[in-house]
């Protein structure tokens, strides 16, 4: 069974500093997405940055960016300048490949990140 | 374009009652899906409708079920609440099945008591 990892309950950073986010994954299959979700206090939970198991090229959103180690089975995130507005609870989320039409998602427990002033 | 929205925003309930929970995806969205968060169990994926069809289940008990629409609005049914069934809800939609991206709602807060 897959499983999603995030061993890091909490984390923070100063602001305008870099803050990485571990998140280590099981699974046997080759094709899959990983996800990084943000969740503010109180409000949505939106997408940060997805990434596909087959580009071997790290994904990248503005300051947002991730470390994907495909045998290591990794998916960290990376916030450079961090702000004020990136804290936050972020769920690393895997989701298989679904060729069959079928699909899971699997979410793991969350990080949460503070900013400092 | 409107976001997903999620109807109520906060319930309260009593053991044994059942529960209906409703959510409006991003207009032109087809894929609606649901989850549970509780502190306890992190997120949870509950099951997801596209075309009106459950294409996908997670390991919930039947007294959750849910159904969606022609106009992709979907409702989660909880029957029977159990006092571990307190809860975030969440619901999010997307285009398609294909591993797009989720839009998610604010989330229906349940309380049963």
């Known amino acids: 069974a897959q499983t999603v990892t995030q061993s890091q309950p909490e984390m923070s950073v100063q602001e305008a500093e870099t803050v990485t986010l571990s998140c280590t994954y099981d699974?046997?299959?080759?094709?899959?997405?990983l996800f990084w979700y943000k969740q503010p206090p109180s409000r949505q939970m939106i997408l940060v940055i997805r990434?596909?198991?087959?580009?071997?090229q790290n994904a990248t959103e503005n300051r947002f960016s991730v470390n994907f180690q495909k045998a290591a089975k990794s998916f960290s995130l990376k916030i450079s300048d961090s702000q004020l507005g990136d804290a936050a609870m972020y769920f690393c989320?895997?989701?298989?490949?679904?060729?069959?039409?079928?699909?899971?998602?699997?979410f793991g427990t969350g990080t949460r990140l503070k900013v400092l002033a | 374009k409107a976001g997903v929205t999620q109807t109520p925003r906060y319930l309260i309930k009593t053991r044994g009652q059942q529960v209906t929970l409703s959510c409006s995806p991003i207009?032109?969205?087809?894929?609606v899906s649901w989850y549970q968060q509780t502190p306890g169990q992190g997120l949870q994926f509950l099951f997801e409708?596209?075309?009106?069809?459950?294409?996908n289940k997670g390991n919930f008990p039947g007294r959750f079920s849910g159904r969606q629409f022609s106009n992709s609005r979907s409702e989660m049914n909880v029957s029977t609440l159990e006092l571990g069934d307190s809860a975030l809800y969440l619901c999010?939609?997307?285009?398609?099945?294909?591993?797009?991206?989720?839009?998610f709602g604010p989330g229906t807060r349940l309380l049963v008591l």
């Open positions: 990434q596909e198991a087959y580009k071997q």
């Open positions: 409708y596209f075309s009106e069809t459950q294409r």
């Open positions: 999010a939609s997307s285009l398609g099945l294909a591993g797009g991206t989720q839009y």
């Open positions: 699974t046997s299959e080759s094709d899959y997405y």
């Open positions: 989320a895997y989701r298989t490949y679904g060729a069959s039409g079928t699909y899971k998602y699997i």
């Open positions: 207009s032109g969205h087809r894929s």
